[in-house]
């Protein structure tokens, strides 16, 4: 199993640096939203609540406009039915969730060091608490944005429903990650955090299990 996952992994790494399509609709939706808060700001000092907030929204809109491709490549060159055949549906769905969250992972560092860049309330003051909620919130984004798109792929509109059914999905997430954010630029300490934290780690542990269990259904449907 794990060799055939890696094996999906590389064939989705190799396909995308030859393409670039998440790459590029990523990294154009990063540089259009952080410009435009910064037009919008002006010279007016943003204040850390705002800054927070706005820092997981560039994260959930920059992911809506490219990870949706995890399944929606394999319909459109018509491998679906392949992969189907070769491999089981849990290594299917292991080798696009690890190639999502490598994506995430780089995409999300990418909107941190900018913003920590180009927005002077933007001072992590409790670096481990952010950590934290930097890892586990970028896995549970991965986690959903992969058996979303996995779900809107044999769909006529997917373009449309992704993000339709992305946002009540990830909403737990997002809120609690907006709140461990603030805590870290706060300086609020791990333990006063506990409980956002229990429920970004639930989430994860929730999402990965419905995944596994479901996505056999999704995937042969």
């Known amino acids: 199993m794990i060799?055939?996952?890696?094996?999906?992994f590389k064939k989705d790494l190799h396909s995308e640096l030859r393409t670039r399509y998440a790459i590029n609709s990523l990294a154009m939706f990063i540089i259009v939203a952080i410009s435009i808060i910064m037009f919008a700001v002006g010279q007016e000092r943003v204040s850390e609540a705002l800054t927070?907030?706005?820092?997981?929204?560039?994260?959930f809109f920059t992911a809506m406009s490219g990870l949706?491709?995890?399944?929606?490549?394999?319909?459109?060159?018509?491998?679906?039915?392949?992969?189907?055949?070769?491999?089981?549906?849990?290594?299917?769905?292991?080798?696009?969730?690890?190639?999502?969250?490598?994506?995430v992972f780089t995409m999300n560092t990418v909107i941190t060091l900018l913003y920590a860049a180009l927005f002077e309330s933007f001072v992590i003051k409790n670096?481990?608490?952010?950590?934290?909620?930097?890892?586990?919130?970028?896995?549970?984004?991965?986690?959903s944005s992969t058996i979303i798109a996995a779900i809107i792929a044999k769909a006529g509109a997917k373009g449309t429903l992704y993000p339709v059914l992305s946002f009540p999905i990830l909403l737990p997430l997002i809120i609690s990650s907006?709140?461990?954010?603030?805590?870290?630029?706060?300086?609020?300490?791990?333990?006063?955090?506990?409980?956002?934290l229990a429920i970004v780690i639930s989430y994860d542990v929730i999402m990965l299990t419905a995944s596994y269990l479901l996505f056999d259904f999704i995937w042969k449907d």
């Open 178 to 196: 907006v709140q461990l954010t603030l805590s870290a630029l706060d300086g609020t300490s791990i333990a006063d955090s506990k409980y956002e």
């Open 3 to 8: 060799a055939k996952a890696y094996a999906l």
């Open 52 to 59: 927070g907030g706005l820092f997981w929204v560039v994260i």
């Open 127 to 143: 670096f481990n608490l952010f950590l934290l909620s930097f890892v586990f919130g970028n896995i549970g984004l991965a986690v």
């Open 68 to 103: 949706s491709r995890a399944f929606v490549s394999e319909e459109e060159r018509g491998t679906s039915l392949t992969l189907q055949l070769v491999a089981a549906p849990s290594t299917v769905f292991t080798g696009k969730l690890v190639f999502n969250i490598i994506l």
